[in-house]
């Protein structure tokens, strides 16, 4: 499975951006998937989480502002991030895991500035 993620962009505060990761290979269905963020300088940290079932998680970091869900028949979850701020700009990527093996997207950018 391959994972490709897209929707970032330049974005003014408050404003919005709806992130997806598209899976080719297999079915995004089968897997919890997990979105997770990397800002210039700083170590990357986990965003959300999706499960199988359509049970979701959030970092306090997004609670109230992203929401993640999953549209089987695109074979893709998307990450809905609203009320931008400057400190959410980063580089924003999904993560699967395959048996033991973690697959990642290859990331997209979001940078949120006047």
């Known amino acids: 499975v391959q994972l490709a993620e897209s929707g970032g962009g330049l974005v003014q505060p408050g404003g919005s951006l709806r992130l997806s990761c598209t899976a080719s290979g297999s079915s995004i269905s089968i897997y919890a998937v997990n979105w997770y963020r990397q800002a210039p300088g700083k170590q990357r940290e986990w965003v959300a989480k999706?499960?199988?079932?359509?049970?979701?998680n959030y970092a306090n970091s997004g609670k109230g502002r992203f929401t993640v869900s999953r549209d089987n028949a695109k074979n893709t979850v998307y990450l809905q991030m609203n009320s931008l701020k400057p400190e959410d700009t980063a580089v924003y990527s999904c993560?699967?895991?395959?048996?033991?093996?973690?697959?990642w997207g290859q990331g997209t950018l979001v940078t949120v500035s006047s």
């Open positions: 993560k699967i895991y395959e048996g033991l093996l973690a697959v």
């Open positions: 999706i499960t199988q079932g359509d049970s979701t």
